[in-house]
């Protein structure tokens, strides 16, 4: 099993930034990629960004593409998500979740492990 614990979310103006963690723990080495995903009241959870742990290569959601930046350390077994220029539509409780295969990251039906979310909230 994989644990996956997500932090740094919160409140913030539009046009500011967070930075959301994902500590994950247990069988990691059984991960191969790690991805944030999103979900708003009322809409369906959507992808936001995907990193392979080892190599670094990143996947993003056109609608944060410049804005969010994913990223890890290897070492510490976490995951980050930069968010700048935040926007009211980015409102929503962020997931971070695991799988063992870099294909179709951006499916999140693909990824077997999951944590228990964070709210972001932008105000306008």
């Known amino acids: 099993q994989v644990q996956l614990v997500e932090s740094g979310g919160g409140l913030v103006q539009a046009g500011g930034s967070l930075r959301l963690s994902c500590a994950a723990s247990?069988?990691?080495?059984?991960?191969?990629?790690m991805g944030w995903f999103r979900q708003a009241p009322g809409k369906e959870r959507e992808f936001v960004a995907a990193?392979?742990?080892?190599?670094?290569?990143?996947v993003y959601a056109d609608s944060v593409k410049g804005r969010f930046t994913i990223s890890r350390d290897n070492a510490e077994k976490t995951v980050y998500l930069q968010m700048n220029s935040l926007k009211p539509e980015d409102t929503a409780v962020y997931y971070c979740?695991?799988?063992?295969?870099?294909?179709?990251?951006?499916?999140?039906?693909?990824?077997?492990?999951w944590g228990q979310g964070t709210q972001v909230t932008v105000s306008s």
């Open positions: 979740a695991a799988d063992n295969s870099w294909t179709q990251v951006t499916r999140d039906e693909e990824y077997d492990y």
């Open positions: 247990g069988r990691t080495f059984s991960t191969f990629v």
């Open positions: 990193i392979r742990w080892y190599g670094g290569s990143t």
